[in-house]
């Protein structure tokens, strides 16, 4: 079945080269490491990333104990992204 991409519905990290008025524009972020629902894109830089008119959205996601995560993919329709001991963490991370 395909699935379709969770969408980022806000993101609170107003540093990052992809955020712009708290939404984030680049299509594909990857969330996760091995013991955190971090977002692995989040890039601190001088050139603005992304683009105004894309929506973020979850291209894959590492955090396999979320409920939401299924065959290493996000099965939530939206995501909020925000600060979580000073990285960007998906928090709508549930766990299992
Ligand atoms: S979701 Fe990640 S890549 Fe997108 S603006 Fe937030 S921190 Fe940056
Ligand atoms: S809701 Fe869960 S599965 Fe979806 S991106 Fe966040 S941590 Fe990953």
Redesign the pocket.
């Not at 990052?16 to 955020?19: E, K, R, T, V």
């Given at each position: 079945m395909a699935m379709t991409m969770s969408r980022?519905s806000s993101?609170e990290?107003t540093d990052?080269?992809?955020?712009s008025d708290k939404k984030?524009?680049?299509p594909a972020?990857t969330v996760g490491d091995m013991s955190c629902a971090i977002?692995d894109?989040?890039?601190k830089s001088s050139q603005k990333g992304g683009e105004a008119a894309t929506i973020?959205g979850v291209g894959a996601c590492k955090a396999d104990n979320c409920r939401f995560n299924k065959s290493l993919e996000c099965t939530a329709s939206n995501i909020l992204?925000g600060m979580h001991s000073n990285h960007?963490d998906c928090k709508t991370f549930a766990a299992r």
């Open positions: 980022i993101c990290m990052c080269s992809y955020n984030c524009h680049t972020i977002c894109t989040f890039v973020g992204v960007a």
